[in-house]
């Protein structure tokens, strides 16, 4: 499936006349090391919105709490629809009455290490490892640094799949935690979710 197929769900819940988020398909893969960024996205309920680059687009998942350093915790991730590459540097307000209205703002962006591999050690695809339920990577940003694992625990004959994001025990330095959003900055602009509102709305 290509990138304009897989965001079909994404371009089907958005008016982009309204909203100033990118339509996507305008930035191809680079041969680079993948891509994740992290947002804040104070909407309905405010939740942080964790997003991997998995070939053309951005795999992502809803994480009310927000991810953290601390291996003890296993954040809820709730996957949502693929997003497009160009979603990596938005940051702005999404127009009240479309899908998601609210403040989004980068907390962290940076690459990340696909570390997945099978029982003999071997490496296996990461959108493979994704598809089967578990994978793990070495995240490289400003403010999260180290190894995780996404592993979905529930996948139901609705549709409803919900993740666990955790932070492995070993890896190297974790970085920092998920801040209180109502006072964390943007990684990109050093903006609080305030001031895009008040200067983006």
Not at 153 to 165: I, K
Not at 193 to 200: F, I, N, W
């Given at each position: 499936m290509d990138g304009a197929d897989r965001l079909r769900d994404y371009?089907?819940?958005?008016h982009f006349d309204r909203t100033a988020e990118p339509r996507g398909g305008g930035r191809e893969a680079q041969d680079a090391r993948p891509r994740f960024v992290v947002q804040i996205?104070?909407?309905?309920?405010?939740?942080?919105?964790?997003?991997?680059q998995?070939?053309?687009?951005?795999?992502s998942w809803s994480v009310p709490k927000g991810p953290s350093a601390d291996p003890r915790d296993k954040r809820l991730a709730v996957p949502t629809e693929d997003h497009p590459l160009e979603y990596e540097e938005f940051e702005g307000v999404i127009p009240h009455g479309e899908y998601g209205g609210g403040t989004v703002i980068v907390w962290d962006h940076g690459t990340y290490e696909p570390l997945s591999h099978d029982r003999r050690g071997r490496p296996v695809d990461f959108a493979a490892s994704l598809e089967r339920g578990h994978a793990t990577f070495r995240l490289h940003g400003a403010k999260l640094r180290g190894e995780y694992a996404l592993t979905r625990?529930?996948?139901?004959?609705?549709?409803?799949?919900?993740?666990?994001?955790v932070?492995?025990?070993?890896?190297?330095?974790?970085?920092?935690?998920?801040p209180d959003p109502r006072r964390a900055r943007s990684a990109r602009t050093r903006r609080t979710?305030?001031?895009?509102?008040?200067?983006?709305g």
């Open positions: 371009h089907g819940k958005r996205h104070d909407a309905r309920r405010m939740h942080f919105d964790f997003r991997l998995v070939g053309d687009v951005l795999k625990f529930r996948s139901g004959d609705d549709g409803e799949e919900a993740w666990l994001l932070r492995a025990a070993k890896g190297g330095s974790g970085g920092r935690g998920a979710l305030a001031q895009v509102a008040q200067e983006d």
